[in-house]
């Protein structure tokens, strides 16, 4: 991987993407390029989200400044996005339009509050099906300070671009009916988070290094709507179990 020229290319509304982004560069010593919008969302949570739906709905994606890279001279491109509505935000949707990944290496790094990242991989792959995904680093921002670095040196080692020498979990074992001790370590990590009204229904867990990791099997009441999910826990040996990702 030495001699592939590598570019991080982000976009970042409130710095966590980016902060993820600017990790990953000094790690590698790329080059860093952010996407930037000619008329930007508005600082506002509630904001950016009515106005990212509009978009979303109508298939009318925000425009971008031009950008200060030529994406054709990197043979590798981490590209950074929080998570909306699902998927990649919406600016990436603009640039997905605009540039060819075409025969790019392409690692997705992706920042959310729950999770997405497996959906966002899978729409790129129909937007952009003859890139090549090297594989991805995803964190929730709530748990940027506590995981990013490890997460993201764990994939740049597997990867070969850094040295050094990733943990390689054991695989979970078989999904069985939650015990009660099951239970209360899933409420703990999950119960006061106000997108998540789940029920879990089975499990598998794996030991590493820092204590037990959870892969809970869910049922998801919220909006109306009632769906499965799959809900990835971390029990630390002494301190409080979190959830590290959501997926549909």
């Given at each position: 991987?030495?001699?592939?020229?590598?570019?991080?290319?982000?976009?970042?509304?409130?710095?966590?993407?980016?902060?993820?982004?600017?990790?990953?560069?000094?790690?590698?010593?790329?080059?860093?390029?952010?996407?930037?919008?000619?008329?930007?969302?508005?600082?506002?949570?509630d904001s950016t989200i009515a106005r990212?739906?509009?978009?979303?709905?109508?298939?009318?994606?925000?425009?971008?400044?031009?950008?200060?890279v030529k994406v054709d001279d990197y043979d590798i491109v981490f590209l950074g996005f929080p998570v909306w509505f699902g998927t990649y935000a919406n600016p990436i949707a603009s640039l997905l339009e605009q540039v060819d990944f075409n025969g790019k290496q392409v690692v997705p790094i992706a920042t959310?509050?729950?999770?997405?990242?497996?959906?966002?991989?899978?729409?790129?792959?129909?937007?952009?099906?003859?890139?090549?995904?090297?594989?991805?680093?995803?964190?929730?921002?709530?748990?940027?300070?506590?995981?990013?670095?490890?997460?993201?040196?764990?994939?740049?080692?597997?990867?070969?671009?850094?040295?050094?020498k990733a943990e390689e979990p054991l695989p979970y074992s078989e999904q069985k009916a939650v015990t009660a001790a099951d239970k209360e370590i899933f409420v703990k990590a999950v119960g006061d988070y106000p997108m998540l009204k789940a029920r879990p229904l089975?499990?598998?867990?794996?030991?590493?290094?820092?204590?037990?990791?959870?892969?809970?099997?869910?049922e998801n009441s919220f909006g109306g709507q009632t769906s499965n999910v799959e809900i990835y826990v971390t029990?630390?040996?002494?301190?409080d179990p979190y959830f590290t990702l959501v997926e549909h």
């Open positions: 991987m030495n001699d592939k020229k590598i570019l991080v290319l982000y976009y970042s509304q409130t710095h966590a993407t980016e902060q993820m982004a600017q990790y990953i560069q000094q790690q590698l010593n790329a080059d860093i390029a952010s996407i930037e919008l000619t008329d930007p969302y508005d600082p506002d949570y990212g739906k509009r978009e979303l709905d109508n298939k009318e994606w925000p425009e971008l400044k031009p950008l200060n959310f509050g729950s999770g997405g990242l497996r959906s966002s991989i899978a729409h790129l792959k129909e937007v952009a099906p003859k890139a090549e995904i090297l594989g991805s680093i995803g964190c929730r921002r709530a748990l940027m300070d506590q995981l990013m670095t490890d997460e993201v040196d764990r994939v740049l080692v597997n990867l070969g671009l850094i040295d050094g089975t499990c598998g867990t794996r030991e590493v290094k820092k204590g037990t990791e959870y892969f809970f099997v869910a029990a630390p040996k002494n301190a």
